[in-house]
């Protein structure tokens, strides 16, 4: 156990945590332990998401994307539909990244097929001083806890659950941003100029973090994965200043599970990436297995990475593609595409893929 974790509110009481049921589905969790497995394990980013026919009934339901993601009982059904329509190794409990912004006091609005927006952004230190941050903030998500309690239950052991949050950096640039942006001017500008506050504001969405994920794993996620969608955006030595300590004050605070990092368009960061206390790299398309590979050192299991837009192509194609994939890698791989699923793929297209990492013959 490591020594500087930092102080975790009781967990809550309502439920007892359930990480004692046993899951039978082992192939994700002894992948991401370094094992040999006969085929790589199976899942997308985005998979519980509009792909899915279920998905998109469920959704009916609730105008507003917030107040779906606040009712534990329809998150925890958006988590179990991909077991159930796709047999994926490995659920993601259905939840967003921006619950940590809000939980520290900075409220959005998820806009209908526009994103996200964020009616005040943060701009200056009193803006930052006003966040609550920590045990403090992460307890008023409980909500994504029971999503996760009643999630293990469902799910009975069938696959492993993975808990997420967002990486400090890409909820900075929400933060500062206030929505979703060609360049990150605004995010990138706060780290020339109030490179201070930048840390301050990082260290405070770090410290949320952590406590939340405590919470997750408390819960039952079996492994946690850090989305840094906008990892890309900085030049090599603001990710290493900016970025990467705060990833290892995570992963470091937060041993008892397997860790994945997965940095979106970080290629010129694959060796910091490969030194951090994580078990799984996460890789965009843009990245060959070989580059990976080599980068990484063979340290770490890697995940990915199939251009999303494969899946737009006939099953043969598909099938191709993700044998070739799986083949380059050659082990040590989890199968996955190389960012979330686009929201208009096929379902078919979506199965072809599940389909043809599960009947790969090693
Ligand atoms: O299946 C899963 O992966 C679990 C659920 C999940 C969602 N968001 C649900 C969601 C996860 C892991 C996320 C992560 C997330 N959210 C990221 C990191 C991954 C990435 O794509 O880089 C980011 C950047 C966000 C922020 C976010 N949330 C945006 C930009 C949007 C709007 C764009 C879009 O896809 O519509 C969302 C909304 C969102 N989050 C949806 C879902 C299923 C769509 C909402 C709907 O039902 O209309």
Redesign the pocket.
Known sequence: MTTNQSPVTNPPTTNPPITSLPVTNYLFLRAALGETTERPPVW???????ILPQ?RAL?QRFPD?KA?VKTPDAAAE??LQ?IDELGVDAA???????VIPEAMGLDYE?I?????RFPKTIENQQDVSMLRSGAEAALSLEYVYEAIRISKRELAGRVPLIG?A?APW?ILA?MVEGS?SKTFSKARRLLYTQPVLAHELLQKITDTTIAYLRHQVLAGADLL?L?D?WAGELPPAHYRAFALPYLRQICEALPEVPKTVFA?GAWFALEDLAALPCQIVGLDWNISPEFAKQKTGGHKVLQGNLDPCTLYADTKTIEKETRAMIQAFGGKHIANLG??VY?DTPLDGVKAFVGAVKNYDV
């Open positions: 997308l980013m985005r998979q519980a998401g509009r998905y959704r994307f779906f958006a988590t991909p993601i409990v259905f939840s967003d990244i921006l998820m209908e097929a526009k994103g996200p997420f967002g890409t929400y979703g994965q989305f969608s979106k960012h979330g929201p």
